[in-house]
């Protein structure tokens, strides 16, 4: 089933579940914000998906955006006296961009096809507990080596579907190894994925005995909104 959303390409990977603050400036997500709180956009949802190359995505070059991403919800926005917006929004469901509106608004507008997980057979169903909890251990292991992270752990009441992007939301990981996670429709296999990512980086974190820090922190860099 196919359906349209406003999107806001960013240079960051929303994962469902995780929370995306964003501070708006830009004429045009302004007009989105304002659609979102006043209902002209049903359900206060909007589509963020990836930018695989800079920081801005124009008329000419929509193909940088990646093919996979997450809807964002709404959940608080606050008016600046300058009409800027500061938003609070939480990852919901993934969905595959099939075409891009330039025209229609003063933003783009996708359509895009939900992106549910593909169903796993009965051996594979019986063994993802024990993916979970050695996602789990390598998440425990990375903190260790870390020193400290985002937020904290899952959990024990947190789905095996959900379970990754939960583990992955707490770490700093690259924009790619988050993009094939979203992308992925197995959840044996994204549990595997972000065991495997988390025992690389808490070994980097342990040779270099230092953490990396987010690009944020180091600069201001240009930015679509």
């Given at each position: 089933?196919?359906?349209?959303?406003?999107?806001?390409?960013?240079?960051?990977?929303?994962?469902?579940?995780?929370?995306?603050?964003?501070?708006?400036?830009?004429?045009?997500?302004?007009?989105?914000?304002?659609?979102?709180?006043?209902?002209?956009?049903?359900?206060?949802t909007f589509g963020v998906v990836s930018i695989k190359q800079?920081?801005?995505?124009?008329?000419?070059?929509?193909?940088?955006?990646?093919?996979?991403?997450?809807?964002?919800?709404?959940?608080?926005?606050?008016?600046?006296?300058?009409?800027?917006?500061?938003?609070?929004?939480?990852?919901?469901?993934?969905?595959?961009?099939?075409?891009?509106?330039?025209?229609?608004?003063?933003?783009?507008?996708?359509?895009?096809?939900?992106?549910?997980?593909?169903?796993?057979?009965?051996?594979?169903?019986?063994?993802?507990?024990?993916?979970?909890?050695?996602?789990?251990?390598?998440?425990?292991?990375?903190?260790?080596?870390?020193?400290?992270?985002?937020?904290?752990?899952?959990?024990?009441?947190?789905?095996?579907?959900?379970?990754?992007?939960?583990?992955?939301?707490?770490?700093?990981?690259?924009?790619?190894?988050?993009?094939?996670?979203?992308?992925?429709?197995?959840?044996?296999?994204?549990?595997?994925?972000?065991?495997?990512?988390?025992?690389?980086?808490?070994?980097?974190?342990?040779?270099l005995s230092a953490v990396p820090a987010p690009l944020s922190?180091?600069?201001?860099?240009?930015?679509?909104?």
């Open positions: 089933m196919t359906t349209t959303l406003p999107l806001f390409p960013l240079g960051t990977v929303l994962l469902p579940g995780a929370s995306l603050p964003l501070h708006v400036f830009e004429p045009r997500y302004r007009q989105l914000t304002v659609d979102l709180v006043t209902g002209a956009v049903p359900e206060k800079g920081w801005e995505v124009g008329a000419e070059n929509v193909e940088a955006l990646s093919d996979v991403g997450c809807t964002a919800v709404l959940q608080e926005a606050r008016r600046l006296p300058d009409g800027r917006f500061d938003l609070t929004t939480k990852g919901g469901r993934r969905f595959r961009l099939l075409e891009v509106d330039e025209e229609s608004a003063p933003y783009l507008v996708a359509t895009v096809q939900w992106l549910p997980d593909t169903a796993a057979p009965p051996e594979v169903e019986a063994v993802l507990p024990l993916l979970a909890d050695s996602a789990r251990a390598a998440h425990g292991r990375y903190r260790q080596a870390a020193y400290q992270s985002v937020g904290r752990p899952p959990g024990p009441d947190t789905g095996v579907a959900e379970l990754a992007y939960a583990l992955a939301g707490d770490c700093l990981l690259t924009l790619e190894d988050r993009q094939r996670l979203l992308e992925e429709t197995s959840p044996a296999r994204r549990l595997r994925m972000v065991r495997k990512v988390l025992h690389r980086e808490a070994g980097i974190l342990d040779a922190e180091l600069g201001h860099l240009p930015h679509r909104n």
